[in-house]
């Protein structure tokens, strides 16, 4: 074997700023954030179009269940909702009592996540009241602003 492919050294020996800056790491990464993106901002594809009445029928759910779960995602909601409440007004708590900002970050956090889920739930429910799968946020938006049309008459 000869010496030099024992010590080889070449220029990326001594001047290398490309593995200083961990230029691959990053652009992995880069290459990573951007496909999550690409996924979350591009919507599914319906796997099956379908009534709201096939799917209760495809489910098997009965009547019964149906408002039984609607009564519970409502409930739901009203709970996320109130903890929702509860912890903005904590996130202040920590902010003006004990001059914290890092626990004020962290309470809004909280409070965002729980008002994310008392969103899904009524959300839920909006689509079990309207019996209609696929509606949008305009459309649960313009809902809470007028009564559901009562589908018996």
């Known amino acids: 074997m000869a010496i030099k492919d024992i010590f ?3 220029r990326k020996t001594f001047f290398n700023p ?8 990053l652009t992995a990464y880069n290459h990573v954030i951007g496909s999550t993106l ?3 901002f591009t919507p599914e594809k319906k796997l099956r179009t ?9 489910l098997n759910v009965t009547e019964a269940d149906l408002q039984l779960s609607a009564k519970l995602y409502r409930w739901y909601a009203l ?7 509860l912890t903005f007004f ?3 708590y920590y902010l003006f009592k004990y001059h914290t900002f890092a626990g004020w970050i962290l309470a809004m956090c ?7 889920n008392a969103f899904r739930f009524d ?4 689509q079990i009241k309207h019996r209609k799968l696929g509606c949008t946020v305009a459309e649960w938006w313009s809902g809470k602003l007028q009564a559901p049309k009562d589908p018996a008459g």
């Not at 490309?18 to 790491?25: I, Q, S, T, V």
């Not at 379908?50 to 495809?58: M, N, S």
């Not at 709970?79 to 409440?85: H, I, N, P, R, T």
Request: glycine share 6%.
């Open 8 to 10: 080889k050294i070449s």
């Open 50 to 58: 379908e009534t709201f009445e096939q799917a209760l029928e495809r």
């Open 110 to 116: 909280v409070t965002l996540l729980f008002g994310v």
């Open 90 to 92: 904590v996130s202040f």
């Open 38 to 40: 690409k996924t979350t």
């Open 123 to 126: 959300f839920w429910y909006f």
């Open 79 to 85: 709970f996320f909702l109130m903890l929702s409440v």
């Open 18 to 25: 490309g593995a200083w800056l961990g230029l691959n790491e």
